[in-house]
C-alpha cells in the first residue's frame, strides 16, 4: 500500500490552541497511529513549524522530537514536500499569511475566523477559488461527541418539529491582576481583532446547523473594562466580552444564545444547548447529552405558595454512547488531509468561514444600531 507524504507549514503553532489541539492531538496523533489510512494507501503529515519566536520554536520542537522549524515564513512554504498551509495565528494577522500561501500554491487550512472583516475574509475565500486551490476552514464543535449525538437525535426525528434552541456558552477569564488569565491579551482589544462576538460567533453560525441563520439581534457589552496583560501591564479592555444575542433561523426555530467571558459557571458544561421540539427536549454539552420524551414530560402547575414537588432533574436521561469518539479537531484534519491527497469531500471551505465573519459583523451592527439585521447569502 502507498504511502503519501505531505508536509504541512504550520504558522502560529507555539500557541495554546495550536499547540495542544492542532500539533500534538491532531498531526502528531495522526503519526503516531500510523498516518491516515485509507482505501487508496496511507497519508503520513510532515509538520514543518513556523513562527515569530525561535526560542519557542526551538523548545516546542525538542519537546516532540520535530526538526523542521523557521521563523520565515516564505522559507517554510518553499519547502518541496510543503502542500499545505495551516493557520493558527490570531485573526488580526491570519489574511498575510493566507495570501502568501495562496500565491505560493498551497492548499490552505485555518482557524477561524479566517479574518477581522467579512471584506478580506470573502477576498481570501475567492482569492483562493480564483487560484485552484483547496481551502477549508476548521470547525472543530461539529465534531464533539455532544453534538454529535443531538444530530443523531435530529436525524432520528426524536424531536418532532424543532421549536427553539438556548444556548449557554462561557466561564470567567481572569483578568490578570491577582490570577493570571486563560486567554490571550489581545482578546480583549478591538485594535488586534478581540472581541467575543468575532471569536463565538463564528462557531455559531455552523452550531446552529438545524437551519441558516436569516435573522439576528444581539447585544453586547464590555463588562470588565480593565485587564492585565501577560506582562502583568494594566490596559484598557475595549472589546465585548459578553454577547447575547437572538437569531431567526430558516423554518422559523428559535435560538438565544449567551456568549461571555465573565460568567461562572453553573451548569453541566461550558457549552451546553437545549433544544425543544414538540416531541422531546434535548440538553447537550461538549460531550453528553440528556434527554426527555414528550410521554415522560412532568406536568408543573405554577404555585409560589408551596414547595416545588418535582425534581426536574430526576425526569432526564442520558444518551448513550453508541460510537467511539476521538478528538474533534483530529477528526477534521484527517477529512481535510484526505480531501487534499484523495479529493475525498469536504463541506467547510473559507465561504463557510466567511459566513462565520459576516454573522459577528452583523452582530456588531446590530447592537450598535439597535436593530434586527436580516442575514443575506453569501456567494463566492
Keep these: 500500500m502507498s504511502e503519501t507524504r505531505i508536509g504541512i507549514v504550520m504558522n502560529g503553532v507555539t500557541g495554546r490552541m495550536g499547540t495542544n489541539q492542532h500539533l500534538v492531538r491532531s498531526i502528531l496523533a495522526i503519526r503516531e497511529q500510523g498516518g491516515v489510512r485509507g482505501p487508496r494507501g496511507t497519508i503520513m503529515p510532515e509538520p514543518i513549524l513556523v513562527g515569530r519566536d525561535l526560542g519557542k520554536l526551538e523548545r516546542l520542537a525538542a519537546t516532540h522530537g520535530l526538526t523542521r522549524f523557521t521563523t520565515d515564513l516564505d522559507e517554510a512554504l518553499a519547502e518541496a514536500d510543503a502542500r499545505i498551509y495551516f493557520d493558527a495565528l490570531s485573526t488580526s494577522l491570519r489574511a498575510d499569511g493566507v495570501r502568501r500561501a495562496i500565491a505560493a500554491g498551497k492548499d490552505i487550512y485555518c482557524e477561524k475566523p479566517i479574518a477581522p472583516d467579512l471584506d478580506t475574509a470573502l477576498a481570501l475565500a475567492r482569492e483562493a477559488r480564483a487560484a485552484g486551490v483547496k481551502n477549508g476552514v476548521v470547525q472543530d464543535k461539529l465534531f464533539l461527541p455532544g453534538l454529535l449525538k443531538l444530530e443523531r437525535l435530529i436525524k432520528s426525528g ?9 444556548g449557554e456558552f462561557g466561564y470567567w477569564v481572569f483578568e490578570g491582576d491577582w490570577q493570571e488569565a486563560q486567554r490571550p491579551s489581545w482578546n480583549y482589544r478591538k485594535a488586534d481583532a478581540g472581541g467575543i462576538m468575532l471569536d463565538m460567533f463564528a462557531h455559531w453560525e455552523y452550531v446552529l446547523s438545524i437551519g441558516p441563520v436569516r435573522a439576528l439581534v444581539s447585544l453586547g457589552a464590555t463588562h470588565v473594562p480593565v485587564r492585565y496583560d501577560e506582562s502583568g501591564t494594566r490596559y484598557e479592555a475595549d472589546a465585548d466580552d459578553a ?6 433561523l430558516e423554518g422559523g426555530v428559535v435560538a ?11 451548569r453541566d458544561d461550558l457549552l451546553c444547548l437545549h433544544v425543544d421540539g414538540t416531541h422531546g427536549s434535548a440538553v447537550a454539552g461538549l460531550r453528553e447529552v440528556k434527554i426527555q420524551h414528550r410521554n ?3 406536568k408543573p402547575i405554577w404555585n409560589p405558595d408551596a414547595p416545588n414537588p418535582i425534581d426536574f432533574r430526576a425526569g432526564w436521561t442520558d444518551v448513550p454512547t453508541n460510537d467511539a469518539y476521538e478528538n474533534a479537531f483530529k477528526v477534521q484534519w484527517e477529512r481535510f488531509l484526505r480531501h487534499v491527497v484523495w ?3 469536504f463541506a467547510w471551505d473559507l465561504l463557510a468561514g466567511a459566513r462565520g465573519v459576516q454573522l459577528a459583523e452583523l452582530g456588531l451592527r446590530s447592537w450598535h444600531e439597535k436593530a434586527w439585521l436580516e442575514v443575506d447569502e453569501l456567494k463566492a
Excluded: K
Design 158 to 166: 426524536f424531536f418532532g418539529q424543532i421549536l427553539s434552541v438556548r
Design 243 to 248: 454577547a447575547y444575542a437572538i437569531f431567526q
Design 256 to 266: 438565544q444564545m449567551n456568549s461571555s467571558w465573565t460568567t461562572r459557571v453553573y
Design 296 to 298: 415522560a414530560t412532568p
Design 343 to 345: 479529493d475525498e469531500p
